[in-house]
């Protein structure tokens, strides 16, 4: 339900209550310039339908929202600075600490939301969503990429780590190699550098939808939020950058005839070109009115 200041004071401020609230505050209107709002919003709509779902006659937890400019009074009160927020008020007992949401550290997707309601009410919630058809099914039951990333990193290094008695021979000649400590060196690099740690905390979507145009986003608009696919994408731009740098070391070193170190170098010179043009642009689509491009707009 959305809240004014009449319902805020007839359904959270009341007392006694025999019933819980969760209650997102959050700001909708697009001349508050809010990017994080609206998809967080989104995702609590999903938990609050996937809670109204599972628990069809279940009368001991409520979801509401409060939007700012139906109710700034009730901002006022909590001393709210901040959108978006979630902030559960217990049935018995005062709002404490742990009553408060933190998007930093635990994101803002509904699966992190009904690990926070599992918390704090012990009500647990699976994410449901409504099809084109109306045929309801689990919104989120498998591992994000990022989960299946970081998975399979740890079993490489497993394997590494416990097989090294069986192998010690054939290892010895890998971790020895300089060329194979570059290439480890050069995946943590370009993980980091494209926000793979950023998703593991924040734990953002893989992507947007529109809900009226039903248009698929890979990359956020704002310069405070990101999507998975969005640092998938600049990982690779990266990469590519850093091959084609590669290509022209390699190419003033070889001992080839001349016409086929000039191909590698008009290569690898392309690939720097190319692919750093790219980045430049897409950082341009998030960070408005700045002033640097090169080869594309």
Known sequence: MSLNLDKWKTFVQSSPRNYSMVVMFTVL??????????PAHE?????????????LHSKSLYFAIVDYEEAPQIF????????????????????????????????IDADAMAKFVLDRTEVHVNSYCLDES??????????????????????FVDNASFGAPLHAQKQSRIFGNRTFWGIVCLCIVLAFMSGQMWNHI????????NPQTRETSFIHGSTQFQ????TYIVLVMYAAVSAGIIILNDAAQAKTDPGKRRLLSCVGLGMVVIFFSLLLSIFRSK???YPYHFLFS
Do not use: W
């Open 76 to 107: 006022q009160q909590l001393n709210l600075n901040t959108a978006p927020a979630i902030y559960h008020f217990p049935a018995k007992g005062a709002r404490r600490n742990q009553d408060t949401m933190d998007f930093q550290r635990q994101g």
């Open 202 to 209: 924040r734990g953002p979507p893989f992507v947007m939808t």
């Open 227 to 230: 999507l998975i696919a969005e």
């Open 134 to 155: 109306n045929t309801l099914f689990e919104f989120r039951s498998g591992p994000s990429p990022t989960k299946l990333c970081r998975s399979n990193c740890c079993a």
């Open 29 to 38: 209107s697009q001349k508050m310039n809010c990017p994080i709002c609206k």
């Open 287 to 289: 960070y408005q009115g």
């Open 43 to 55: 995702e609590f709509l999903i938990l609050a339908n996937s809670y109204r779902y599972a628990y």
